[in-house]
């Protein structure tokens, strides 16, 4: 059953560039509500723990210090179909193959700096939104 709410984060390439704002604006004109928002720096510890779903790839240990190498701007977001609605505005993973005036298509810089993070189901928004926000800081 989908649900309204769905979870996110700026990546720190897409923070670093000043890119927050923007990506922000964006999210809150397709109708997203922000119900629970903040800037915080993941320690590599805290990375691992987040992408733990991840730790048998190739890829984990650079995921990891990519995470924790700059301030992440985590959001949990308000909307009717809200998971699929996101995944559908922030675009492909891979920015060369998303769609025209997506997140990605915009911002993200390569497929491992790829801007923005978007909860690929409704249990996973649940889980990763819980991962950062208490239920107190979630309005």
Not at 29 to 54: C, D, S
Not at 104 to 109: E, L, Q, S
Request: charged share 25%.
């Amino acid at each position: 059953m989908a649900t309204n709410r769905t979870f996110t984060m700026i990546k720190p390439d897409a923070v670093a560039d000043g890119n927050s704002g923007a990506i922000i604006k964006m999210i809150e004109e397709a109708g997203f509500k922000v119900i629970a928002m903040k800037k915080t720096l993941l320690t590599p510890a805290q990375a691992g723990k987040f992408y733990e779903v991840h730790a048998e790839r190739p890829f984990y240990a650079d995921l990891c210090e990519y995470m924790s190498s700059g301030p992440i701007v985590p959001m949990i977001l308000e909307k009717e179909n809200a998971v699929l609605d996101f995944r559908t505005l922030i675009g492909a993973t891979d920015p060369a193959k998303a769609d025209e005036g997506t997140i990605r298509k915009i911002f993200a810089k390569s497929l491992s700096a790829n801007a923005i993070h978007g909860s690929d189901s409704d249990e996973n928004a649940a889980i990763e939104g819980a991962f950062f926000f208490a239920t107190t800081e979630q309005y």
